[in-house]
C-alpha cells in the first residue's frame, strides 16, 4: 500500500489531509475554506488552525479535535506526522508524512515572506514536496510588501479627505495589511467590515498586535471620511459602502499584478500583496527540499511541472477537487 495517493489519501492510516468531504480522519494544513471543512469524525492539526475551524464553522465542526504544536511529531501506527510552519495564514503547516523510510512533504499553501503574523516558512527535506502552484507562472514575481503599503500610504496622504476601502480576505490577508500598515508607522485607528472582527479578535488573542481596530459597519455617513476601512471583496458593492466619503477603492491580492483584473473590479489602487509563494519563490523552494519526485496542485500545475521536468524532477499535476481557482481568489 502506497503512503499517499494522488488524492491525498493516506492508506496505512485511512486519512486524507485537507479532504473537501467530510472524512474519519482528516490532518488539516490550515484554515482556509478550501482546506478546512466542517464534519469531520476526527481533526489533527496546529492548535491555532482548531481554533479558527472552532471560530468559523461552532465547536461542533469535528467530533475530536488533536491539536499539535510545530516541530510536534505524532504517531499514527507505521504513520509519523509532523507539522513544520508554512506562513501563509496564522497556524499553517506543511506536514511530514514518514514511514518505512520515506518522506512526503504536503506544503498547503505557503509564502516565504516573514510579515509579523505568521511562524516563518521553514524548506523541511523530504523524497516527495506536494507544493501549491497558485501564482506558478513566470509573471507572477510578487513586489515587496512593504512598497505596496507605501502606495497606499502615500495615497491616504495625498487624499486626506477621502476613504480608504482596501478590499481583501478576512482571514490571512486582512490582518497581514493591518500589521504592514502598523509596521510602516500608520497608528490612527484601522476600520473593519462586521465580518472581518472575528478573525482579527482571534489573532490578537494569539499574540500578534494588531493596534486600534474598530467596527466600521453601523456608523452615519461621512464617519470614515479620511479613514482607512478594510473589508471582503463583495462588501465594496453593499449599500454600506456608500456610507463612505469619495473613496478609494483598493484591492491587496497577488492577482492585482495582472491589470485588467484591477480595471474589471473597479478598484483604484491595486496592491499586488499576497499569502502566497510568487514563481520566484516556488523554483527557489523545490530545490531546498531535496525532493526527486513534485506534485503539483491548485495552480498553474503544467508550467510548474514543466520547470521540474526540465530540471530532471519527476513531476505531475494533481487535479483535487475542491481546488479550483475561484475558490481561492480571494485569499491570495
Not at 507562472?137 to 486626506?160: G, M, R, W, Y
Request: net charge negative; with cysteine; hydrophobic share 40%.
Amino acid at each position: 500500500m502506497s503512503l499517499l495517493r494522488h488524492d491525498l489519501y493516506i492508506g496505512p492510516i485511512g486519512a486524507y489531509i485537507d479532504p473537501p468531504f467530510p472524512a474519519k480522519k482528516a490532518l488539516i494544513t490550515h484554515g482556509h475554506a478550501d482546506h478546512a471543512r466542517a464534519g469531520h469524525d476526527s481533526v489533527l492539526a496546529t492548535h491555532e488552525t482548531i481554533g479558527i475551524i472552532k471560530r468559523r464553522y461552532g465547536v461542533d465542526a469535528a467530533k475530536n479535535y488533536q491539536g499539535v504544536s510545530y516541530g510536534e511529531t505524532v504517531n499514527m501506527g507505521e504513520v509519523a506526522a509532523t507539522f513544520y510552519p508554512a506562513g501563509h495564514i496564522l497556524g499553517s503547516a506543511q506536514i511530514l508524512l514518514e514511514s518505512k523510510g520515506q518522506r512526503i512533504v504536503v506544503s498547503g499553501d505557503y509564502k516565504r515572506r516573514d510579515d509579523g503574523t505568521t511562524v516563518p516558512f521553514e524548506p523541511v527535506k523530504c523524497d516527495i514536496f506536494v507544493t501549491e502552484a497558485t501564482f506558478g507562472l513566470p509573471v507572477f514575481q510578487h513586489p515587496d510588501a512593504h512598497a505596496e503599503i507605501s502606495k497606499l500610504l502615500t495615497s491616504v496622504k495625498n487624499f486626506p479627505d477621502r476613504s480608504h476601502l482596501i478590499a481583501t480576505y478576512s482571514l490571512g490577508k486582512a490582518q497581514r495589511v493591518i500589521k504592514l500598515l502598523r509596521l510602516a508607522g500608520y497608528d490612527d485607528p484601522i476600520y473593519l467590515h462586521g465580518s472581518m472582527i472575528n478573525m482579527c479578535a482571534f489573532y490578537q488573542e494569539n499574540g500578534v498586535d494588531l493596534g486600534d481596530l474598530r467596527k466600521a459597519t453601523g456608523l452615519l455617513k461621512g464617519a470614515l471620511k479620511g479613514q482607512v476601512v478594510i473589508a471582503p471583496p463583495s462588501a465594496t458593492k453593499e449599500v454600506w459602502a456608500r456610507r463612505m466619503y469619495d473613496p478609494v477603492i483598493a484591492m491587496a491580492s497577488g492577482w492585482m499584478t495582472i491589470k485588467q483584473r484591477a480595471k474589471a473590479s473597479g478598484v483604484e489602487l491595486p496592491l499586488v500583496i499576497s499569502d502566497h509563494a510568487d514563481w520566484n519563490e516556488l523554483i527557489t523552494t523545490i530545490p531546498e527540499t531535496g525532493a526527486g519526485e513534485v506534485w503539483v496542485t491548485h495552480g498553474r500545475e503544467d508550467a510548474l511541472v514543466h520547470w521540474c521536468q526540465t530540471q530532471g524532477l519527476k513531476a505531475a499535476p494533481l487535479h483535487l477537487q475542491g481546488r479550483e481557482e475561484d475558490q481561492m481568489e480571494d485569499a491570495a
